[in-house]
């Protein structure tokens, strides 16, 4: 069993809805079984007005300021820097660029169907690097449309370790070992470092945006299917980055970037996009555009228990968290732009409100300027 940093939405979902349920005196069994029905959280076939609408690692710095951190989009080349050779060099970071492929390659055959490929274009091979996550500063500079510095990655083995436990299968008619079934599972162990007079520690966590209904802001939550403990603080005043609306309005074109899984009616294509006399457009919640390029990693899958029915969710293939779609020809405000991130890419004709309340669907926007 293999553990994801972070986790899908929905686990944070269900262990706040559990919270909020509980701390309002509901019988948990009964809205289980659909009898019961809550203000904000409404009932276990109608879902209300709670939606998790960001879920993200992040880390406590020792002056208290928290810094988001965001797992590289899938249009960024993490390269091991050649030289120096010095311990702890930061790596190179190098943007894909869509790009109109020449005449002369026409006769390639691919299932691409978008007029523009994205392409990295090297003087050199380089060797590329994983386990990086971008810090704040470098996701602002990626909305900006610059190519974030390699200083301003930090590496996944500083921000968790996994600690792999062994279990034995049970013969349940014996009510002993069962020869042969063993398993492995993975446990996370999230690195905290804060101790007095350490100022350069740090303490890694989650951070997590809800809307239609006030969180708790103390006490814990009971996350996932083994109960593992999490400690709730509230956090006022944090503003998630946000790009340069004006400057896209001006540009007429951006970068949209997958903050969470995405469950799409047309695979890899994002709700919204219908292919219109040849070309792929894109309209949803006031925004209107043409989808030129895609860098869309393999898909994944999601799925999870179901505590109140007692069964599996069904399972769903997703595009995966980061994939980066470019969008020109735009046309939309910035009050549409930001009304597209608050509605996420769910539209009435394609809407899950079950999968929606927990958090996927999620996106960021950048600015798609060229690079050198």
């Known amino acids: ?64 300021r928290i810094e988001l951190l965001v797992a590289p989009p899938a249009d960024l080349a993490i390269i091991k820097a050649k030289a120096p050779k010095e311990a702890g060099t930061a790596p190179v970071v190098r943007a894909v660029q869509p790009v109109a492929l020449p005449a002369a390659a026409a006769t390639l055959l691919d299932s691409y169907p978008l007029p523009l490929r994205p392409v990295l274009a090297e003087k050199s091979r380089g060797k590329p690097e994983s386990g990086y996550w971008l810090t704040e500063r470098a996701l ?76 708790p802001r103390e006490g814990m939550l009971r996350v996932g299917g083994d109960g593992r403990a999490m400690a709730v603080y509230p956090l006022d005043g944090y503003e998630l980055p946000e790009p340069d609306y004006e400057a896209i309005v001006r540009a007429r074109r951006c970068r949209m970037i997958l903050a969470s899984p995405g469950i799409f009616a047309g695979g890899w294509l994002p709700t919204g996009v219908e292919q219109v006399n040849g070309e792929y457009r894109f309209e949803l919640h006031g925004v209107s555009a043409r989808l030129v390029a895609a860098c869309v990693p393999r898909a994944g899958w999601i799925s999870g228990w179901d505590l109140a029915r007692e069964r599996p969710k069904p399972a769903l293939r997703v595009a995966p968290t980061g994939s980066v779609y470019w969008l020109d020809d735009l046309e939309a405000s910035a009050k549409d732009l930001r009304a597209l991130i608050a509605a996420g890419l769910w539209s009435e004709l394609y809407l899950d409100p079950v999968r929606r309340a927990e958090g996927f669907n999620r996106i960021w926007l950048a600015e798609w300027t060229k690079q050198d």
């Open 1 to 64: 069993g293999e553990s994801y940093v972070p986790p899908w939405p929905s686990v944070i979902a269900g262990a706040l809805r559990t919270r909020i349920l509980s701390d309002d005196g509901l019988d948990l069994a009964a809205f289980a079984e659909g009898k019961l029905a809550h203000p904000a959280i409404g009932t276990r076939d109608a879902p209300g007005a709670f939606r998790v609408i960001a879920f993200h690692l992040a880390r406590r710095l020792a002056d208290g």
């Open 140 to 215: 602002r500079d990626y909305m900006a449309g610059r190519v974030p510095q390699g200083a301003d990655l930090v590496k996944s083995a500083d921000l968790w370790k996994t600690d792999a436990r062994v279990g034995v299968g049970l013969d349940p008619d014996k009510r002993s070992a069962a020869e042969g079934r063993l398993f492995t599972a993975e446990a996370v162990a999230m690195v905290r470092r804060l101790k007095p007079g350490n100022q350069e520690g740090f303490d890694v966590g989650f951070l997590v945006g809800v809307a239609g209904c006030e969180p």
